[in-house]
């Protein structure tokens, strides 16, 4: 029986935020949607995603599981992801940066004042 390999997701976020300040991680997180996206699409493609896996460390996903990864942040169903939708993914995906996420979003206001 083959080894299948597990991709292991590790919560690096919070500590992101702690170094980073609210407005520093969300320009981080925008930078890696840039990193990632179709540039034609202004998205995130399946081809584009399969095209970057290497910067990711993810070279070894099947194309059944980065379907499966599109679909779940796919929130409109046009089969990419934008901005707002790769951004809320990636807060999804840490629980700690959800319980905290009001205390970032007041963070992010004052700063925008």
């Known amino acids: 029986m ?3 390999s597990v991709i292991v997701f590790e919560d ?18 925008c930078n890696g949607f840039r990193l990632l ?8 493609t399946f081809e ?3 095209r ?3 910067l990711l460390g993810l070279q070894d996903m099947s ?20 901005e707002m939708e790769f951004c809320t993914l990636m807060f999804r995906l ?5 319980k905290s996420s009001r205390t970032l979003l007041a963070e992010a206001l004052v700063n925008e004042m």
């Open 63 to 82: 194309d059944e599981e980065l379907v499966c990864m599109l679909r779940e942040g796919d929130l409109n169903g046009d089969g990419a992801l934008d």
């Open 52 to 54: 970057n896996l290497a």
């Open 37 to 44: 996206m179709d540039e034609e699409k202004g998205m995130i």
């Open 12 to 29: 690096f976020f919070p500590a992101m935020v702690e170094k980073l300040g609210a407005e520093g991680f969300m320009k981080e997180l």
């Open 94 to 98: 840490s629980p700690a940066l959800m």
């Open 48 to 50: 584009s995603l399969k």
């Open 2 to 4: 083959a080894a299948r």
